[in-house]
């Protein structure tokens, strides 16, 4: 895959800044102590809709919009990040957006992405289930399908690594989870743009590792489950442009199990009074994993989303007792 360039992902920075603002990164100390490093944390879940989706989101449909004019709708599927970001960046620039999402998906997102202004068509088991069928519709409804990765997605999520890496000097590694990957290649593409030697670390589930089983295979790797409470990474089936990229600019991909993931929740909650979902608190757990190898380092874990469903938050403040 061709990465983004430092002229692609600043052109990609001048479309989402007029959207949103630019998100924090911040070093909290508790943190700091928790994981005996000098921790930074990328603030996605301050973005308008709580992810760093949106800036995929803003810069693919502004794109759309300009080059085909004709294109009316779009349609996607998702587990509801990606959504939302579609349905805000639909309104945004004047287009309809439908978005297929799983049954049983998290209710407060799917609430979520309808108060942005997204159709919302429930069918499926699973986010693939979901996704095939919205490539079908795509054809039954005459709607542009947006698919899970695309440069256009990267670049303008790629503009998150930017602002981290513009703004944090001299990181040795940053963990970043990984779905479909939009948000892993974006932080490869603005660590290679920028000419830096930063470590990047992929996470997944557990009980959704397509990824960490392709990275260690060199090849694409598939599995017939992903289920995890972090529905921001349950991912089958690795996306091939992602997977290349990962495999060329990625140093390793690291499994957390969902105990694990719901123990990082926490942790965001008491040490920095943020709320993370899943997939968001994936990367501190990892780097609580690996917290001996990374002792006295300066890590930076990427915060990509604070989503976060109230039955899963009555788990984590039941841990926390």
Known sequence: MTLASLEDLDAAARIVYRHMRPTPQIAWPLLAERTGCDVWVKHENHSPIGAFKLRGGLTYLTRLRETRPCVRGVISAT?????QSLALAASRVGLRAAVVVPHGNNPEKNAAMRAFGAELIEHGDDF???YDH???????????????FHPDLVAGVGTYALELLRGVADLDTVY??????????????????LGLA???????SENADCYARSFENGRAVSTDRADTVADGVACRIPDPAALEAILDGAARVVRVGDEAILDAVGHYFTDT????EGAGAA????????RDAMAGKRVAVILSGGNL??????RVLERLG
């Open 309 to 314: 469903d109230r039955a899963l938050m009555r």
């Open 128 to 130: 693939q289930a979901a």
């Open 79 to 83: 587990r509801g990040n990606h959504g």
């Open 134 to 148: 919205a490539l079908n519709l795509s054809v039954v409804e005459g709607l542009h399908p947006v698919r899970a």
């Open 273 to 276: 009074h943020n709320l993370a």
């Open 176 to 193: 970043v989870p990984i779905g479909q990957g939009s948000g892993i290649c974006g932080l490869i593409s603005a660590r290679d743009a």
């Open 283 to 290: 990367p501190l757990a990892a780097l609580l994993k690996e």
């Open 198 to 204: 930063t470590r990047i670390v992929g996470v997944v």
